[in-house]
């Protein structure tokens, strides 16, 4: 059996020797260092592990993607799948696999990957590149290539995207096990492109952004500056191709899409394909981080501003417009239309992670829990083999309608599918899920902070000497966290616990959306029994104290069910609430609601109960009350109201009890009844 926790080591020494002068202030604790014992987590990372992955290799393979490697690497064949990106499900498979070995070790999935990695070493010619649209048969490449290498990149082609998760994958599967197979590939990839491009070189911003994250990884294991030097030319080439029609104001003529319409430095909003920007805003900070450039650091906060005080769901949800996956404008948040790519979210998180890590400001992680629990596993179902590309805000029933990926309602999913001719969701949440450990915990200097939490155990250092902080909680449904704190000799450090915006007045940082109701109870707090006083720096409390073995820290959330509302600019809420308790959301779907959900009205007196149910879901706690139900009487042509009894489950929940509708805003109060003639 491999030595997992040796090699997370050796990855953490490898880092440390490159370590620079610049880099952020906040650093994450690796996922490696972190051990699940949770309800909420740990097995849905597990379920990851046994279907999800094994799912995702399968489908590669029946669907021809393994293939185009093996056809590549015989320079023969005919590329057999759509789209030229196809390579990264395969490289986004391995690298979750990867994670997922750290977690549970497997011999079997071990060696699988392994055989993939031969086939991929084939696949690369021999300076380098590696592009199975291209290398199968370059006489003929893909459409979207172009006849020369990297003449479509800015459009179409995506031969740097591939390259980004190619790096991503390596840097994961070399932290897991040690093995530099696939990051050799990767780095003789990356020198060919660093040869490539740059400012006295081939200029180009690449199409679909997270060749620049994967560079900065593959910085941090080698110290070679050339990479961080990419991928910072990268960014800076945005904005500065006279090909596009400045003065349109569409978002392909105008290089908006691909957040190339301006220079990244002078951008002021998140804007362009949901998933492409997540990714560039990420690299952003990452090479802020590392260079100091201080004019990328006020870019990327000014960007982060808007995205969260004008243009995320309630939900967590990004990209509300389906022309293009893109952001809308500003406080255009369709309910109706919601398109919210499953890979936004990820992209999102991966942003707010580093936004937390430049800053240290826990509205960071704040928007980062909302998305993880609510947007982000939203897009997986329960079984971990089925999906949604989208994440929808609403479901009717009316124009719903079965479709070959799905059941959909106008523009949006409304069931799940198993497979997706474009799959970048499925192999995406596969990759993200066994990372979860690595957000939980981070550091700086003497203090320790809290980010996330779930029952656990972790491994930490402080000023050189051990220490293990051990979760229990059965969060999120109950708000009463206990924390083990055992130094193996007294020592003094500061805990930051972060207290939730939730659990204060905060639905959101910067009030997009508001409580109507204020919490009833305050955070506490008791250290080994005794409540304690605390102070609250850039939201988190701050335990300073000379800790000795088994002290226990108790903080109790207040766990109230929220009705949430939204600014009176976003149009499509006015009028309406949603529902929070702890960092989960909520909807109501027609199954528990007597076949209908788009006809419940929750008044402003409504009194909400909630029972948690094991054996539902997977074990959920709900919202029980008594709602306003419309009803109809079409042989009287009536319309009259009644009293019922009204059910929601968590928004990640839905859709995985068969078809029907949905719904996460309720009116208050009935202002007008739709007339529709079938």
Not at 58 to 76: D, L, P, Q
Not at 392 to 416: C, K
Not at 455 to 467: D, I, Q, R, Y
Request: hydrophobic share 40%; charged share 20%; with cysteine.
């Amino acid at each position: 059996m491999m030595n997992y926790k040796l090699t997370a080591i050796l990855f953490f020494l490898v880092q440390t020797a490159f370590a620079q002068s610049k880099d952020y202030a906040f650093q994450p604790l690796p996922f490696t260092s972190v051990k699940l014992t949770d309800a909420f987590w740990l097995p849905r990372i597990r379920t990851n592990h046994t279907v999800t992955i094994p799912a995702s290799f399968a489908r590669c393979e029946s669907t021809g993607r393994i293939k185009n490697f093996e056809m590549a690497a015989a320079r023969t064949g005919k590329f057999c799948t759509t789209f030229p990106f196809d390579d990264t499900d395969i490289y986004k498979t391995i690298e979750g696999a990867s994670f997922s070995l750290s977690l549970f070790p497997d011999k079997k999935l071990d060696a699988y990957i392994d055989s993939l990695i031969i086939k991929v070493a084939a696949a690369q010619e021999a300076d380098g590149y590696l592009y199975t649209a291209r290398t199968i048969d370059p006489a003929n490449p893909h459409k979207w290539a172009g006849p020369e290498r990297w003449m479509k990149e800015r459009e179409l082609s995506h031969e740097l995207y591939n390259s980004g998760h190619l790096y991503e994958a390596a840097a994961a599967h070399f932290m897991a096990t040690g093995k530099k197979s696939l990051l050799n590939i990767a780095l003789k990839n990356a020198d060919l492109i660093c040869s490539v491009f740059g400012q006295d070189k081939k200029h180009v911003a690449p199409g679909h952004q997270v060749i620049e994250m994967g560079l900065v990884k593959l910085y941090r294991i080698t110290g070679k500056k050339e990479y961080l030097q990419t991928a910072s030319y990268f960014i800076e080439e945005r904005g500065h191709f006279n090909g596009y029609d400045t003065k349109s104001k569409d978002p392909w003529k105008n290089g908006a899409y691909w957040q190339d319409h301006i220079p990244v430095t002078e951008q002021k909003e998140a804007i362009g394909h949901a998933v492409r920007a997540g990714y560039l805003y990420a690299a952003i900070a990452d090479v802020a981080a590392l260079t100091g450039d201080e004019k990328l650091l006020k870019a990327i906060d000014t960007i982060w501003t808007n995205m969260v005080s004008k243009k995320i769901y309630v939900q967590g949800g990004a990209g509300a417009i389906g022309s293009g996956e893109r952001y809308g404008d500003n406080y255009e948040l369709p309910n109706a239309t919601a398109y919210n790519e499953t890979c936004a979210a990820i992209a999102n998180v991966y942003w707010n992670q580093r936004m937390f890590q430049l800053h240290g400001e826990s509205k960071y992680i704040d928007v980062l829990e909302k998305i993880l629990y609510n947007g982000l596993i939203s897009g997986v179902g329960l079984d971990g083999k089925s999906f949604f590309y989208t994440n929808a805000m609403q479901v009717t029933g009316i124009n719903v309608a079965a479709t070959d990926n799905g059941f959909t309602n106008g523009n949006v999913e409304a069931a799940r599918s198993g497979w997706f001719e474009c799959s970048c969701c499925p192999t995406n949440v596969a990759r993200l899920l066994p990372s979860v450990p690595g957000y939980m915990y981070a550091q700086k200097d003497d203090k320790i902070f809290v980010n996330l939490f779930a029952g656990s155990e972790a491994k930490l250092n402080v000023s050189g000497k051990p220490l293990t902080i051990v979760q229990q909680n059965n969060y999120p449904w109950d708000g009463n966290l206990k924390f083990i704190v055992s130094p193996k000799n007294s020592l003094p450090f500061t805990l930051m616990i972060r207290i939730p915006g939730w659990a204060k007045s905060e639905a959101i940082p910067l009030n997009l959306y508001a409580f109507q109701n204020a919490p009833a109870t305050k955070v506490i707090i008791k250290i080994n029994g005794v409540e304690t006083p605390y102070d609250v720096e850039n939201g988190y409390a701050v335990l300073n104290k000379i800790w000795k073995k088994a002290d226990v820290v108790e903080v109790l959330l207040p766990m109230e069910v929220r009705r949430v509302t939204a600014s009176a600019k976003v149009k499509d809420d006015a009028g309406k609430i949603a529902l929070q308790r702890g960092p989960v959301m909520y909807c109501a779907e027609w199954v528990d609601n007597n076949g209908r959900a788009a006809n419940i009205v929750l008044p402003a007196n409504t009194v909400f109960t909630t029972e948690h149910h094991s054996d539902l879901l997977n074990g959920v706690t709900i919202l029980k009350a008594e709602a306003t139900v419309v009803v109809t009487d079409a042989k009287e042509a009536k319309v009259n109201t009644v009293k019922q009894q009204f059910t929601a489950i968590p928004y990640y929940a839905w859709a995985n009890r068969g078809k029907g509708e949905m719904m996460l805003w309720f009116p208050e109060r009935i202002k007008d009844v739709a007339i529709i003639a079938n």
